[in-house]
């Protein structure tokens, strides 16, 4: 089993920034990838950016050169870093990590952004 933690969401304003992270517990060797996804209100689950064990990073487009995906191995956790927020980015963001062949999710954590 793999636990997943995220904490760093809250309300800012357009072009503000906010950091996510996700502490990561439990069986995490071997971990294939992290993620995050976001969840807007009447829409689908999407993803937002992934970072793999060998460290291959990829983003949506909708997110590229704004937001950035980190990791501290150390540490176990995961980091979304996102810079001029927009209110189209309002979402719950969710922490995710595959390890074959399961997939694990966190709680979330709400991020507003207002206009």
């Known amino acids: 089993q793999v636990q997943l933690v995220e904490s760093g969401g809250g309300l800012v304003q357009a072009g503000g920034s906010l950091r996510l992270s996700c502490a990561a517990s439990g069986i995490i060797l071997s971990i294939n990838t992290m993620g995050w996804y976001r969840q807007a209100p009447g829409k689908q689950r999407e993803l937002v950016g992934s970072?793999?064990?060998?460290?291959?990073?990829n983003y949506a487009e909708s997110v590229k050169g704004r937001f950035t995906i980190s990791r501290d191995r150390a540490k176990n956790t995961v980091y979304l870093q996102m810079n001029s927020l927009k209110p189209e980015d309002t979402a719950v963001y969710y922490c995710?990590?595959?390890?074959?062949?399961?997939?694990?999710w966190g709680q979330g954590t709400q991020v507003t952004v207002s206009s």
């Open positions: 970072i793999s064990s060998g460290g291959s990073i």
């Open positions: 995710n990590a595959f390890r074959i062949p399961n997939t694990y």
